[in-house]
Structures are given as structure tokens and as C-alpha cells.
């Protein structure tokens, strides 16, 4: 297979075409290859194949949160977003914890269109696998069961696992228990929850030495503790969302915000300008979407009459087509509410929900709102959604084959862009099984326009 057009590495441009072998691997660049396959226009960049290495894709051994998403949903939404491997995270039910549960997680999701690296969790009890692998620790109570009720009892845990690659929730148990019930969910899971926590774990990077991360950042004053971290050599790295750039609490309304809630919560604009301005000076490495497929009827189970609410604790032994039937009955139930007791409907905004955002389709389109809208480069975007996601995952045993640059011996996998086609995020075309995009309604200044994964387009 033979491509044609403008590339985008971190590094630089490169225009020409690409040949890529039978084994989905970049044999050769240049200028004149031979008749290219695919070819694309100046309006077209063609990146190294996107990652995203934050997702909760919710599929494990029971099977009881495919009503959420499976690998399979998944993947196709990472398709639909330009993604050609995902890193996913570990609060399942039955959480990938030891070499066999692992193993069983790894086998759920090998045949998939796109590649997934699968995060193993830390837990209080648990112990480092025999392989290299990427670990998550939840600092606090988050979504799921597997997390710590104190510092002290953290670092008894990350003592055990020196010198591996460990990505942490930041939030400090503490001071979310003290806050729990403040009014509003930005309230609840206040700043200092996070700053605290960050300072925290990058204590603990740096003690035990591990390759470290640190997720979904929210603070843009949280940063300068990583900057500091970073001037003297701590091995860290930092991720941010989508949404925590894109949105801050001034948009926050009695409409919005149980679509936008999420951990940790939005802060304020001189947050999301600091993360903007991280981004672009390196202390922020990677957008990572966080994306949490919940069903809307999950979303706005507040809204709802008591025997609708009931139904709710039973999702996993409804059928799909149960569940998108509760799905159209939650949503219009929350648009009469809306309109025929607006007092009541507004007392219920900041009612704790269901926290989460589902992400994944939109990731590539959001790269266009960052070049067109934040002036970032394409080289710019090509560092953060492909460079360094790419060497994250290339240091673990799982990764069979080279991420996140356009040159020879990578993977031949791409996300072309489409920056002058803009795209109405609607709904109906999500293709996660949540069904539902927090940017349904808005547009993006571009689009995905292909992807191709190990030489073959998606």
C-alpha cells in the first residue's frame, strides 16, 4: 500500500508518499514510490495513527458493564475519532489485578480493530505482575471499588512496586471526604484535592522511582509542581482532557452539568488557559480523553420518577434494547422537566450523578478546534495525540509493533484530517455505546477523513 500527501511527525512535515509492507509496517518514504493507493489534498494532514491511553472501554470476565461498551464498541468509536490504539483502564468489576486476571482481560480484546495496551490496577492488597505493564493507582474514591483510604496506606502499596510505570488519580481521599457536602460537584471535588494529591504522588515517583503519570490533570497552578518535578530529573508525565480544555466552570449551567460531570471536576478559565499553555510548552505530554461510556439514562437518573430510578440498579440484566428504550424515556423525561417545572429541574443540577464524559469519537475533530481556534501547529498536535502517546505504549511487552511517528520500521497506521471539513457532533452518529457526545451540537473547524491501521484502511 502506497500513500500520498502531507505528513505531520512531531518533527516536521514531510510531503511525498509512504510504502507500507505486507506486515502493516512502513517499508519506505520518498517522492516517487509508485501509484500511490491513496491519495490526499493539501486540506489533508496525514498523522501518525492517534492514541488515545485513557479510556474505560468496561468489558472484563463478567461481562456485566457491556451495556456500557465493549472492546468491540470501542474500538469503533476510537475509529470514529481517528484512534488506532487505546490504553484502558482497570476498575472493572473484576479488576486486572495479577498475571491470570490480566491475562483474562488481554484475551477479550486481541482480535479487535485497533490495539489496546490494558492497564493493570493497584490496589491495597495487590503486588507488581511478572511482565511490564502500565498500572494505574486511584488515589480516592473514584468509579469503582479499587482504590486507597489514605496516603500512608498508598505508599505501603508503591513501596512494593519500584520502578514501574504507574499512573495515578490525583485526588486526596481526605480532602474529599471533608468536602463531600459542599453544593456543587466542582465544590465536592474541590483544587485541593488535586494539587494535594499531585504533590503526593510526585513524592512517591520520585522516592520510589517510578516511571510515573499522572492522569487527567485539572489545575493549571497544579502544573508548576510538575515543572518544578520535572527541572530536576523526576521521571513524570502528564495527561489532560478534551473537555478540560475545551470547557471551565463558567459554561457550567442547570442544563450542561449532568453531561459534564466528571473526576476530577472542572475548575475555572485561568485553569483551562494553564492547561492550554502546559500543553503548548511540553509540562502537559498527552491529551487522553478519560472517556467514560455510561448510558444517558445513567447521566440523568436524577431527573427521573422513583420507579424509573429503581430500574436503574438493573441495567446489566436488561437487554440492549431495553436499556436504548430507558435511554429515549430518560432524555425526554429531562426535556418535560425542563419545561414544565424548571424551578424543580434546577434543584436538581447539582445533585451528585453519575461522573464521566464519553469521548472517545470526537478525539480527532477536537485536534482541529486546537489548530484553527488555539493556533497549534500540526507538529504541535502531532506530539501529543501521536508522539508521546505512541512512546508510552511502546515500552510494554503487549505493544507488538512500533507507535507514533511516520518513518520506517512504525506501525503503518494513520489518522488523516480533514481541517476545512467541519462536523456537527450529533448524536446519532457516536458510535461508543453510551450513545451520547458532551459536544453533541457543537462544530468542529475539521474532521477525520480516514484512518488506517497497520496498512489497512478502517
Known amino acids: 500500500m502506497i500513500l500520498e500527501g502531507n505528513f505531520y511527525n512531531h518533527d516536521g512535515r514531510f510531503k511525498g508518499q509512504v510504502k507500507c509492507n505486507d506486515q502493516g509496517i512502513i517499508e519506505a518514504m520518498g517522492e516517487s514510490l509508485g501509484q500511490a493507493d491513496f491519495a490526499f489534498g493539501e486540506d489533508e494532514l496525514i498523522f501518525p495513527g492517534m492514541g488515545d491511553i485513557h479510556i474505560h472501554a468496561r468489558e472484563d470476565e463478567t461481562g456485566t458493564q457491556l451495556y456500557k461498551e465493549s ?41 479487535e480493530k485497533v490495539h489496546f495496551t490494558l492497564y493493570a490496577g493497584i490496589g491495597p492488597d495487590t503486588n507488581p505482575l511478572t511482565k511490564t505493564v502500565p498500572y494505574k493507582a486511584f488515589m480516592g474514591p473514584s468509579i469503582g471499588d479499587l482504590f486507597f483510604k489514605s496516603q500512608s496506606e498508598l505508599e505501603t502499596t508503591i513501596e512494593r512496586y519500584r520502578g514501574q510505570h504507574v499512573s495515578f488519580h490525583c485526588e486526596d481521599p481526605h480532602i474529599l471526604d471533608i468536602s463531600k457536602n459542599n453544593a456543587t460537584h466542582s465544590d465536592r471535588r474541590p483544587r485541593g484535592a488535586a494539587n494535594t494529591a499531585t504533590a503526593f504522588a510526585l513524592y512517591l515517583i520520585e522516592k520510589y522511582e517510578l516511571k510515573g503519570k499522572l492522569c487527567h490533570f485539572s489545575t493549571g497552578d497544579g502544573l508548576e509542581l510538575v515543572r518544578a518535578a520535572k527541572a530536576r530529573g523526576v521521571s513524570v508525565t502528564v495527561e489532560t482532557t478534551p473537555q478540560q480544555l475545551y470547557w471551565d466552570t463558567s459554561v457550567l449551567d442547570d442544563d450542561n452539568k449532568p453531561w459534564l460531570q466528571m473526576n476530577p471536576a472542572f475548575r475555572d478559565e485561568i485553569d483551562r488557559k494553564g492547561l492550554l499553555a502546559g500543553l503548548l510548552d511540553g509540562t502537559v505530554d498527552y491529551i487522553a480523553t478519560d472517556h467514560a461510556p455510561h448510558r444517558i439514562c445513567e447521566k440523568l437518573g436524577r431527573y427521573q420518577p422513583i420507579e424509573i430510578q429503581k430500574k436503574l440498579s438493573g441495567l446489566s440484566s436488561m437487554s440492549l434494547e431495553e436499556i436504548a428504550e430507558l435511554d429515549e424515556i430518560c432524555l425526554k423525561n429531562f426535556e418535560e422537566l425542563k419545561k414544565n417545572d424548571p424551578e424543580f429541574f434546577s434543584s436538581l443540577a447539582d445533585v451528585n450523578g453519575v461522573s464521566g464524559t464519553s469521548q472517545l469519537d470526537t478525539y480527532g475533530a477536537f485536534t482541529t478546534w486546537l489548530m484553527e481556534d488555539q493556533n497549534f501547529t500540526p507538529e504541535q498536535v502531532a506530539k501529543v495525540t501521536a508522539f508521546n502517546p505512541g512512546e508510552f505504549v511502546n515500552q510494554f511487552e503487549t505493544t507488538p509493533v512500533k507507535f507514533g511517528q511516520v518513518a520506517e520500521g512504525y506501525a503503518a497506521s494513520f489518522t488523516v484530517i480533514n481541517k476545512n471539513k467541519p462536523w456537527t457532533v450529533d448524536n446519532n452518529d457516536i458510535q461508543s455505546r453510551s450513545g451520547w457526545s458532551p459536544f453533541h451540537g457543537a462544530t468542529f473547524p475539521g474532521s477525520v477523513s480516514a484512518v488506517f491501521h497497520l496498512g489497512k484502511k478502517l
Open 71 to 111: 472492546f468491540a464498541t470501542a474500538a469503533a468509536a476510537a475509529v470514529n475519532g481517528g484512534v488506532v490504539h487505546v490504553a484502558d483502564m482497570p476498575n472493572n468489576p473484576v479488576p486486572p489485578v495479577d498475571d491470570q486476571s490480566y491475562a483474562n482481560k488481554c484475551a477479550k480484546c486481541s482480535d
